[in-house]
């Protein structure tokens, strides 16, 4: 299983940044940002895949987040700028071999989570 450990949460007001850091204990296919908000379902935020699939993020954080990958350091990035009291939650760090955005198969680890606050 892969081991993962998440960085870089707190709390902003909004209109402001955080950049959130996962480290891998073993490069995978993929990698990726989920994150629970309290009473609401998980969901993919964005990830990353090696070879030519790229990267993907949600709609409602396109132009505002941006996901980064350094494969050397086995470490996935999500930049957040412009940040909205909605995108308030647990941010959590997925890797494995299947899909990394939805989450729905072949996920072989999980961080503990990360908490982004945003305040109005």
């Known amino acids: 299983q892969v081991q993962l450990v998440e960085s870089g949460g707190g709390s902003v007001h909004a209109g402001g940044s955080l950049t959130l850091s996962c480290v891998a204990s073993?490069?995978?296919?993929?990698m990726g940002w989920f994150r629970q908000a309290p009473g609401k379902e998980r969901e993919g935020v964005a990830a990353?895949?090696?070879?030519?699939?790229?990267?993907y993020v949600h709609d409602s954080v396109k132009g505002r987040f941006t996901v980064s990958r350094d494969s050397a350091k086995k470490s996935l990035y999500l930049q957040m700028n412009s940040l909205e009291p909605e995108d308030s939650a647990m941010y959590y760090c997925?890797?494995?071999?299947?899909?990394?955005?939805?989450?729905?198969?072949?996920?072989?680890?999980w961080g503990q989570g990360t908490p982004v606050t945003v305040s109005s």
């Open positions: 073993e490069l995978t296919h993929c």
């Open positions: 990353h895949y090696t070879g030519d699939r790229g990267t």
């Open positions: 997925a890797a494995g071999w299947g899909d990394c955005y939805s989450g729905s198969y072949g996920l072989d680890g």
